[in-house]
């Protein structure tokens, strides 16, 4: 561990050369990749400088135990009582810094939110949802900017659509997608009866188009009118857009912006993440004797996690995760799942609990 951590802090210190570099300085593109993977290691460096001084430090409290002096023995006594536990911290956070990073956990997001099962309560739900997302949103420092809705006839969404901007909005996000059930007693409901209902999250990365590796001449475009419930900007024009790749057939398009510029900006993202999703189905699929991961299968259809209302208890299936707190979590207090989500990924990738 200490040979790796001294490798990075050499990667440090070149990179802190390099940004002094006039031909760097100049290039603004190359200023920021380097300026981005320089703070990158900021945090690791910092602790790896901390865990180098309470090494230190220990060792001169060990070399005070050898003193004659009662007193002296006593202060050194002291001394390591705090620093081990101060060690201890800092190598498990070290092993953690030292978790490799998924780079697309910084990049912004396409956040979709779309009624189930369950009617007009589903509707409800789902803009339910929305605000609760918004809270937290609100909470993360993160801008917003809803590019589709289709309200309910009663309340809520049939369908939301919005990009969310910020710094790490996908790490925290990306365990959001997939189906989310709610258990309560639904504002329709005359007779008392606790309804089931359910409503489908989608967290999308938002790719800069440079950064998608698909050619040209392997896609297919089609632009059509998009079909709704009317108005003034429905079947006019041809804004809807449709991308086919043709190596592997899969077909993405959108119709959620006014926008034919937005919605190929949209469609394009929404084939890079299929294709991405096929390539993981096939590394899969060639190593089923591996274990799936607790987080991040890909598979949206399954039920990730239930918001129970008359026992006032939010449940994450993924990780067996019961919490009895469900008043606050709807008010945007998402935290403590998403971090019991990411410690769960992390454990993952450490070997924890394998098998």
Do not use: C
Request: charged share 35%; no cysteine.
């Amino acid at each position: 561990m200490l040979d790796k951590l001294e490798t990075i802090q050499d990667r440090y210190y070149y990179l802190e050369e390099k940004l002094s570099d006039p031909e760097v300085l100049a290039d603004m593109k190359q200023f920021a990749k380097i300026n981005k993977e320089y703070k990158d290691l900021t945090e690791i460096i910092e602790t790896y400088r901390e865990y180098k001084m309470t090494v230190e430090h220990i060792s001169n409290a060990r070399e005070m135990l050898k003193d004659t002096d009662p007193e002296m023995r006593e202060m050194a006594e002291s001394e390591l009582s705090d620093l081990n536990p101060q060690l201890d911290e800092l190598q498990e956070k070290i092993n953690y810094l030292l978790i490799p990073k998924d780079p697309e956990d910084t990049k912004d997001v396409v956040f979709e939110i779309r009624s189930g099962t369950g009617g007009d309560e589903a509707s409800i739900f789902a803009g339910d949802l929305f605000r609760m997302y918004s809270k937290y949103f609100e909470s993360q420092g993160w801008k917003t900017e809803v590019i589709d809705e289709n309200p309910g006839s009663v309340g809520g969404y049939n369908k939301i659509v919005m990009e969310v901007y910020g710094a790490d909005v996908y790490g925290k996000l990306k365990f959001e997608s997939g189906a989310h059930r709610v258990q309560r007693v639904p504002k329709t409901e005359s007779q008392g009866r606790v309804h089931t209902s359910a409503a489908t999250v989608a967290v999308m990365p938002k790719f800069e188009e440079e950064e998608i590796d698909i050619r040209k001449d392997d896609l297919k475009t089609d632009t059509f009118r998009a079909q709704g419930a009317g108005g003034q900007h429905v079947n006019k024009t041809e804004s809807g857009v449709r991308f086919t790749h043709l190596p592997t057939g899969i077909v993405a398009e959108s119709t959620d912006s006014r926008s034919q510029h937005k919605n190929r900006e949209i469609a394009l993202q929404r084939l890079y993440v299929k294709i991405q999703d096929a390539a993981k189905e096939r590394s899969y699929l060639e190593q089923k004797d591996k274990r799936k991961s607790l987080v991040g299968t890909g598979d949206r259809s399954d039920k990730i996690r239930t918001y129970n209302y008359p026992q006032n208890r939010i449940t994450d299936h993924r990780i067996n995760l019961t919490l009895y707190n469900l008043d606050s979590v709807v008010e945007g207090d998402l935290d403590e799942v998403i971090l019991a989500l990411q410690r769960a990924e992390n454990a993952e990738k450490m070997g924890v609990g394998a098998e």
